[in-house]
Antibody, heavy 117, light 111 residues
Framework: EVQLVESGGGLVQPGGSLRLSCAAS????????MNWVRQTPGKGLEWVAN????????YHVDSVKGRFSISRDNAGNSLSLQMNSLRADDTAVYYC??????????WGRGIQVTVSS | QSALTQPASVSGSPGQSITISCTGT?????????VSWYQQHPDGAPKLLIS???KRPSGVSNRFSGSKSGNTASLTISGLQAEDEADYYC???????????FGGGTKVTVL
């Protein structure tokens, strides 16, 4: 069974940093694209970042470029999102999602990130 | 990037069919067969229903079907059931990541 479990969320002050992690199991992790997607009550779902199977190519939505960085550890079956210079509008539930055929076929339960002073 | 346009809400009676539209542009939905659909129940994670416009993953009910005409993709739910009451989102990804966008979501209510 495919499982994706996020961790590392919480409350952080504006301008602060946070690192999210996603532990993957139940599939051959190194064969898949992986993504971070976030959700806010006001803006709905937003794709945040994508990384190719060997980690050599990464893509980020314009609003987080230069602040967030996606990475992966194929030996440890994990995905990370380093978030720096956090802003109030980064407050959201962050999901780890497996990518296949231009879609997201498995999602974690999500983790809350709140940016507030 | 601009979000894809979905109706805010759609409702139907049990057993009926409903259709949710997802309108993009000729640069994304109109050109690429890369539209997917997701169902999300309250306090749950999104679940993939349809990929690449029409493909239904294993385990997804055949009451869900996808189609596309021009710049608009559609999700049809046949034989509406109470358990179908949820939020539904479309997603499209064109060749540039600035075009990797979700629709605003549609709340489906079963009357």
């Amino acid at each position: 069974e495919v499982q994706l479990v996020e961790s590392g969320g919480g409350l952080v002050q504006p301008g602060g940093s946070l690192r999210l992690s996603c532990a993957a199991s139940g599939f051959t992790y190194r064969d898949y694209f992986m993504n971070w997607v976030r959700q806010t009550p006001g803006k709905g779902l937003e794709w945040v970042a994508n990384i190719n199977p060997d980690g050599s190519r990464t893509y980020h939505v314009d609003s987080v470029k230069g602040r967030f960085s996606i990475s992966r550890d194929n030996a440890g079956n994990s995905l990370s999102l380093q978030m720096n210079s956090l802003r109030a509008d980064d407050t959201a539930v962050y999901y780890c999602a497996r990518g296949i055929s231009y879609s997201f076929d498995h999602w974690g339960r999500g983790i809350q990130v709140t940016v507030s002073s | 990037q601009s979000a894809l346009t979905q109706p805010a809400s759609v409702s139907g009676s049990p057993g009926q069919s409903i259709t949710i539209s997802c309108t993009g542009t000729s640069s994304d939905v109109g050109t690429y067969n890369r539209v997917s659909w997701y169902q999300q129940h309250p306090d749950g994670a999104p679940k993939l229903l349809i990929s690449e416009v029409t493909k239904r993953p294993s385990g997804v009910s055949n009451r869900f079907s996808g189609s596309k005409s021009g710049n608009t993709a559609s999700l049809t739910i046949s034989g509406l059931q109470a358990e179908d009451e949820a939020d539904y989102y479309c997603f499209s990804c064109a060749d540039t990541t600035s075009s990797w966008v979700f629709g605003g979501g549609t709340k489906v209510t079963v009357l």
